[in-house]
């Protein structure tokens, strides 16, 4: 029960990463907001892991609904421990094949949504003495990767803010880290499989790519971010975690 009596938000909790993630801190004894930009979804996640879970509709994109959510979590719980900044997405492309509607989406979602929703809670937290924040990037904050262009400098923005918000909060007791998942599947790989001609190939290859020739489960993330969120890491901040089986090794 490493988070027992500890509130948390979480994005993108619905499915994959985040839903792990919720699923986890429940177990561990927190209460949670779902939060998602899906809420039929958020619901039903909610549905499945009790009343120690509470759905929240919130595009991150949208400032406005990441200052209410964080409203919503003061008004529900009192106060706010964990901020998990997990929502975001990619697309496949370059920069010259990636539309720039796409680009302004991802960049909205994967780094603003982090900006936004950071903004509302660290006052709160300052106020109540502290709190943790973790946010989601991934391992190709740390490598390049073809063809995915949009999402890598999103991903490569959300360490470093994780760097930067790290030491102008330190001060305040909030630690802010953030976890570097590989190949993980999720509903984001799942709707990228569904781009591809070939999906059976695209994800054998995915599988070959990786050092371990598996690509991630989600609770594992999930696991890792836990470490980060509980007090057993509390002389970590400013760090990222990478989960990936290896592929930045090679």
């Not at 899906?38 to 009790?50: M, N, Q, S």
Request: net charge neutral; charged share 20%.
């Amino acid at each position: 029960m490493r988070l027992e009596g500890k509130t948390a938000v979480i994005t993108g909790a619905a499915a994959g990463i985040g839903r792990a993630t919720a699923a986890l801190f429940v177990a561990e004894g927190a209460r949670v907001i779902v939060a998602d930009v899906d809420l039929i979804a958020a619901r039903k996640t909610c549905a499945e892991l009790g009343a120690a879970a509470t759905p929240a509709a919130c595009d991150v994109a949208d400032s406005a609904q990441c200052k209410a959510l964080i409203e919503f979590a003061q008004a529900h719980f009192g106060r706010l421990d964990i901020l998990v900044n997990n929502a975001g997405f990619g697309a496949l492309g370059t920069v010259v094949t990636t539309d720039e509607a796409v680009l302004d989406r991802i960049l909205a979602v994967n780094v603003k949504g982090v900006f936004m929703c950071s903004k509302y809670a660290v006052p709160l937290m300052a106020a109540q003495g502290g709190g943790v924040i973790v946010n989601t990037a991934s391992n190709v904050a740390s490598v390049g990767l073809k063809d995915r262009a949009a999402y890598v400098a999103s991903k490569g923005a959300v360490a470093a803010l994780t760097r930067s918000m790290a030491l102008d909060h330190v001060a305040d007791n909030i630690r802010v880290n953030c976890v570097a998942p590989g190949v993980t599947m999720s509903s984001y790989f799942d709707k990228m499989l569904a781009q591809v001609d070939d999906p059976v190939a695209f994800r054998k290859v995915l599988d070959a790519r990786q050092p371990m020739g598996r690509t991630g489960k989600p609770g594992e993330i999930a696991y890792a971010i836990l470490y980060l969120a509980c007090d057993e890491s509390s002389f970590a901040t400013g760090t990222m975690l990478t989960v990936d089986g290896g592929a930045i090794a090679v």
